[in-house]
């Protein structure tokens, strides 16, 4: 059954070109038009086959008895083979990358230049270690006896598997990548319209080690319009698909849930807001206060504040007038280019502009530092402002104590970064209670302990269909 997700005539408007891999076979065809969200740009792609795309479950999965050891092996050579400065798949993805994605080119490299660490040996087993409390359900059948003394047997089983990726972290894919082999699924990744091109890359890299390999033929990535019902009101049943991973917006994950039922889960990583959380220690000289503006401005400016764990919201206890000096220094380290940001960032939304505009003139408790000029803002205020800062920008609410920064604190807050470090351990367990995810360093956002939760869970852990054989 082939489907045509046509959003535009094809015509003789220069178009980037984005294919496919289906269980392990490139798909180049130029038969489809399509617009990236973010920049408008103009890519086409082949035309979606459902009936090569989806494997039977008369089939059994082709990972189901490689052991997983294995896997991980094949995946390390995978990582040593994205090295930028060799591999052409990569190579010839950054370049169309750049031309849809809102991220720099100069970012974009930075990416693909740390794509390797995420399948290094140390990064995998972790990962399988911390998600199982017995890998070895992962390779086949684990006997147990209850305390009754009947005897049985348990299986983490390959699932059958969509993956939404993410548009806002290019390279993002090989971390779904790795996830999606460790559990031995039969893989469908729905690349993002900002990012058709990544995935396809790595999954080619993989095929030019063993294009037999069952880690290739459980591969698939595919790109069509999210909420194309000729595409997902077929392909999201349960007699093809057990998981949707899903990494997105609030619509498209809305869009994913009206498919769910009986036999059909949604593993969803929502969309998350990140906060930091100070303490009056921080304002008690210059050099603190620098040292502080510094670590906020690494955490606020991950992927130019479009990941979920860049920090938006800034809870400040202590002395306003040091407040305000940590934010005059704040909003000039906004502006200076990193790792994973660019000194200019695109520009803030209209409606945002206008809201800040206001608070400028309303004067009295709010006050704006920095420029409309892509470099970065911040906004004091007494309150919270009723806007989600964006593009470089944070509001740093003056609070009496810490304390006061707890009741903001839900399920949708994803990291929160704090100084001093001494205070994480005094505020963890209401802050877990109150809804949120992870506390780290402040400065600390993007770095992680290998093999910990993500978005409160084991993801892995989920992902497998648990099946159990028991002799009562």
Known sequence: MSVDTTTSPIDQEPAVAAYFFVRGKLVTDAAVLHRSRDLGVDFTTPRIDLN?????????????D?????????????????????????QEALERVVATNPLPRRVVENLYRGAPYLLQKDMLTSMVESNFANPAALDGWVSRTDVHGNSGAVRAFPPRMVHMLAGNSPAGCVSSIAQGALVKAVNVFKMPSSDPFTTVAVLRTMADIDPDHPVVRSMSAVYWRGGDESIERTLYRPQYIDKIAAWGGGPAIDNVIRYLGPGLQLVSFDPKTSISMLGKES?????????VAEQTAQDATLFNQEACLASRFVYAEGDRKGIEQYCATLAERLGVDRETASAIAPPIPPEMREEIEMLKMVGGEYKVFGKFD?????????????????????NVVHVESLDD???????????????????????????????AQRVVRLGSAASHVLGSPHDAMYSLQRFVNWMSDEDV
């Open 405 to 435: 920064a707890v009741p903001f604190v839900n399920v949708a807050t994803q990291t929160i970064g704090i100084y001093p470090y001494e205070r994480k351990a005094a505020l963890r367990d209401r802050l877990a209670c109150a809804g």
């Open 66 to 90: 490689v052991k997983v050891d294995d896997i991980i092996d094949f995946l390390v050579e995978t990582g040593k083979r994205l090295n930028l400065d060799s591999n052409s798949y990569m």
């Open 283 to 291: 304002f008690a000289d210059t050099a603190t206060i620098d040292a």
């Open 52 to 64: 090569q795309l989806i494997q039977p479950r008369s089939e059994l999965p082709p990972l189901l």
């Open 374 to 394: 892509g470099a970065g803002m911040v906004v004091l205020s007494d309150e919270r402002v009723s806007f989600h800062p964006s593009g470089k920008t944070v």
